[in-house]
């Protein structure tokens, strides 16, 4: 098993122009998340899905998009990006929320310039 | 809203020596508390997860505790290597889809 795998790794973008990031996972997970990572302040949930078909807003929404349009796969997308969405980053993946173990990807550094 | 705070956030031990890594949060009302690492440039790995109902977890060297009443869960590594030289993470998850992580503590063990 690949485990959870991300498209691209490395990224630069021009201000205002836009790009997916693909996400997939092949353990069969129900729930899926993204997250960006930037120094000194940890990680923080951009969108999650519980499933196929849904997805909702976590704590730094504003600037993406997301769908969840087959279970495996979650896109995570800018459509027009800001150099405040530098960032490294990653998916997830867990069978259940509430106490599920969350599986990463290895991510995808982000810069916007 | 939760908050993750781990102490300190860069240590140093010579090979062999056996550490305590701390996190602390606010909010005792928590799923479960999950311990990471992360090698530079790298994605999470999972070390060992603790359900609001458990006390402690183990995996090899590695002992993680759980103090929800304080709000505070220690990682306990035994007798240091080099190859544990990570950032460690940890995040509590409260609600549906909340996982609140702390900024981490960089280990370097030193041969």
């Known amino acids: 098993n690949a485990g959870v795998t991300q498209t691209p790794k490395f990224r630069v973008l021009k201000t205002g122009q836009s790009m997916t990031l693909l996400c997939a996972q092949d353990?069969?997970?129900?729930?899926m998340y993204w997250y960006r990572q930037d120094p000194g302040m940890g990680l923080r949930l951009i969108h999650y899905?519980?499933?196929?078909?849904?997805?909702a807003k976590g704590e730094v929404p504003d600037g993406y998009n997301v769908s969840r349009l087959k279970k495996q796969n979650f896109l995570l997308g800018l459509e027009s990006a800001a150099p405040s969405q530098t960032s490294v980053y990653f998916c997830?993946?867990?069978?259940?929320?509430?106490?599920?173990?969350?599986?990463f990807g290895p991510g995808t550094r982000l810069t916007v310039t | 809203k939760q908050e993750v705070t781990q102490i300190p956030a860069a240590l140093s031990v010579p090979e062999g020596e056996n550490l305590v890594l701390n996190c602390s949060f606010t909010?005792?009302?928590?799923?479960?508390l999950q311990w990471f690492r992360q090698d530079p440039g790298k994605g999470l790995t999972s070390l060992l997860l603790?359900?609001?109902?458990?006390r402690e977890q183990t995996s090899g060297r590695l002992n993680a505790s759980l103090d929800k009443s304080s709000g505070r869960s220690t990682l306990y590594i035994a007798a240091s290597q080099p190859g544990d030289s990570a950032t460690y993470l940890c995040?509590?998850?409260?609600?549906?889809?909340?996982?609140?992580f702390g900024t981490g503590t960089r280990l370097t063990v030193i041969p």
């Open positions: 353990m069969n997970h129900e729930y």
């Open positions: 899905s519980v499933g196929e078909g849904t997805t």
């Open positions: 997830a993946s867990s069978t259940w929320t509430g106490g599920g173990e969350q599986y």
């Open positions: 909010d005792s009302a928590i799923y479960n």
């Open positions: 603790i359900q609001s109902s458990q």
């Open positions: 995040a509590v998850q409260t609600g549906a889809n909340n996982l609140f």
